[in-house]
């Protein structure tokens, strides 16, 4: 099995661009998660959906941030614009059911917003 | 409002000593706890975890205890091994919601 999968692994882009993080989940993963990991705050989860239905996104910090999950096998979080501020590493992870606890990381995305 | 703490940012032990990493929470429903461990590069992965009705669990060399009175939880790790060098998440969370993690701690086990 090749676990969650996440690309890119690392962006670096400007302040204002556009950044789109992909996530492949675990296959027969019914949920996905993402999380933003910061020194200050740890992992916060940002939305988490269920069957490709967001389930909870009241981790997402602001309109700059959506989420979309067009099918079982791949999920795009995305900010327009980026901000210096949302420099941090993004995780996606994967469970079987509602469990977050059983949930599988991926590698994660450091981003860099200059 | 962080609901989880992990106030050590870090933590230095020789090895074959013992690592305690300690955990604080706020929220009183919280009823299922959980440690994770993360080496760089790679997502967090799930160590062990705990039922707010056991104060102790114990697999291999690892241990949790939990002190609900004083809403503390430590990660115990003994004998420690170089290889467990690595950032420890605690997490903690109520019936029907999502984990709340707390900032982690840096655990470096020098040979």
């Known amino acids: 099995d090749a676990g969650v999968i996440q690309s890119p692994r690392h962006e670096v882009t400007e302040m204002g661009q556009e950044v789109t993080l992909r996530c492949k989940p675990i296959?027969?993963?019914?949920?996905l998660f993402w999380y933003r990991q910061t020194m200050m705050r740890g992992l916060e989860l940002l939305i988490y959906?269920?069957?490709?239905?967001?389930?909870?996104d009241s981790g997402m910090p602001e309109d700059r941030f959506s989420a979309k999950m067009p099918n079982a096998s791949f999920s795009t979080l995305k900010i327009q614009p980026s901000e210096p501020r949302d420099s941090a590493v993004y995780f996606c992870?994967?469970?079987?059911?509602?469990?977050?606890?059983?949930?599988?990381f991926g590698p994660g995305t450091r981003l860099l917003v200059l | 409002d962080q609901q989880v703490k992990q106030n050590s940012p870090s933590l230095s032990v020789q090895e074959g000593r013992i690592s305690i990493l300690n955990c604080d929470y706020t929220?009183?429903?919280?009823?299922?706890f959980l440690w994770y461990k993360k080496y760089p590069a790679e997502g967090p992965t799930f160590l062990i975890s705990?039922?707010?009705?056991?104060d102790k669990n114990e697999d291999g060399r690892f241990t949790v205890f939990l002190n609900k009175s004083a809403k503390h939880l430590s990660l115990h790790i003994v004998p420690s091994q170089p290889g467990d060098s690595a950032v420890y998440f605690c997490?903690?969370?109520?019936?029907?919601?999502?984990?709340?993690f707390g900032e982690g701690t840096q655990l470096t086990v020098n040979p």
């Open positions: 992870a994967s469970s079987l059911g509602h469990r977050q606890e059983t949930q599988y």
């Open positions: 296959s027969g993963h019914n949920s």
């Open positions: 959906f269920n069957n490709n239905v967001p389930i909870d």
């Open positions: 929220n009183s429903m919280f009823d299922y």
């Open positions: 705990i039922s707010s009705i056991k």
């Open positions: 997490a903690a969370k109520t019936s029907g919601s999502r984990l709340t």
